[in-house]
């Protein structure tokens, strides 16, 4: 079956005001590579649904959930703008936008286990890699590829699943959320120090971290993937992978001192594929994180993309 691809219009509402780099023209940038490139018409578009509140619970507090919710539902309400934390502000839109964006990773997670898509690729805002169990941060509200991950495990009945993170920032979030749970492995590369300064100490013993310093290129972050997280996530079979797929590790990305290009996300793409065909009948769930060059960005995601459809 084709990769699942879900774009949801809800997602391009959400804004944090101008200039803010997490912002509405990374999904248009993507999109329009996609077309542009002639790999938009072999991916499978599904149409995305908003997640049930309740489901935002397999990775966050009760509490936080009713708060946060509060939040954004006043917003929506109101018309106004409100900040979370001085880098992450909601409108009218944020709510909705962020049920979807959880519900494109819970309806992706469905969809490959189900067999009706080899895998997929959610390109949805606001990312999630940073949102901890209980508190919002660093442009993330919830926390979407954690909430997937624990569906595949507490509704669908899964035993093992990977957690891949290779944005630039550590996902403090992600790491928070499944430390400590050994039925999830979460390999993960950044760099350090950079924000939210952390992960150099991993939190559990389900966690492979590697924080590279700033200027490391692509040859090291390929020695390092081999090194510590391909005998990692073989010791561990896992049977279905995610990843948080952050791209401002990128050369040309401003918000980080990385030097990956886009040979490197494609071979770190095909690493995971072929560790999924061998362990976990080809399932992933890849949902989109970081990147703000909008131009590498764009042609990042087209080269996941392709190798994940194997196109």
């Known amino acids: ?31 329009d590579w996609l077309i542009a490139s002639g790999l938009e018409p072999a991916l499978q578009h599904v149409d995305a649904r908003p997640v049930d509140p309740k489901d935002l619970e397999l990775a966050h507090t009760h509490a936080y959930v009713a708060e946060m919710g509060a939040v954004l539902r006043d917003c929506e309400a109101s018309g106004e703008r409100r900040a979370v934390d001085p880098d992450t502000s909601a409108n009218a839109h944020t709510w909705r936008a962020a049920l979807v964006a959880a519900g494109a990773a819970v309806q992706a997670t469905d969809m490959v286990i189900d067999g009706r898509a080899d895998n997929a690729f959610c390109s949805v805002r606001p990312p999630g890699h940073h949102a901890t169990r209980d508190q919002s941060m660093g442009f993330c509200f919830f926390n979407n590829v954690a909430i997937a991950a624990r569906h595949a495990l507490d509704v669908r009945g899964l035993e093992r699943v990977a957690i891949v993170d290779f944005d630039v920032h550590h996902g403090n979030g992600t ?15 950044f760099q350090h120090p ?17 924080p590279i310093p700033p200027y490391t290129r ?54 995971i ?19 703000y060059n909008l131009q590498a960005l764009a042609r ?3 080269v996941h993309l392709r190798a994940l459809a194997d196109l």
């Open 1 to 31: 079956m084709p990769t699942a691809y879900f774009n949801p219009p809800e997602c391009r509402r959400h804004e944090m005001g101008p200039g803010h780099p997490e912002c509405p023209e990374r999904l248009s940038a993507i999109d």
């Open 273 to 291: 594929k072929a560790l999924a065909e061998r362990h976990a009948r080809g399932r992933i769930v890849s949902v989109l994180e970081g990147g």
């Open 300 to 302: 990042s995601v087209a």
């Open 194 to 210: 950079l924000y939210p300064y952390s992960g150099a100490v991993p939190k559990g013993t389900n966690m492979v971290n590697v």
């Open 175 to 189: 790491e928070d959320i499944i430390a400590g749970d050994d039925r999830v492995l979460m390999v993960s590369l």
């Open 218 to 271: 692509g040859g090291e972050v390929r020695e390092i993937v081999e090194a510590m997280w391909l005998p990692a996530l073989e010791r561990f079979k896992p049977q279905m992978i995610f990843v948080s797929a952050g791209f401002d590790a990128h050369r040309d990305d401003d918000l980080g001192q990385l030097g990956l290009v886009e040979a490197d996300y494609e071979w770190i793409t095909l690493k």
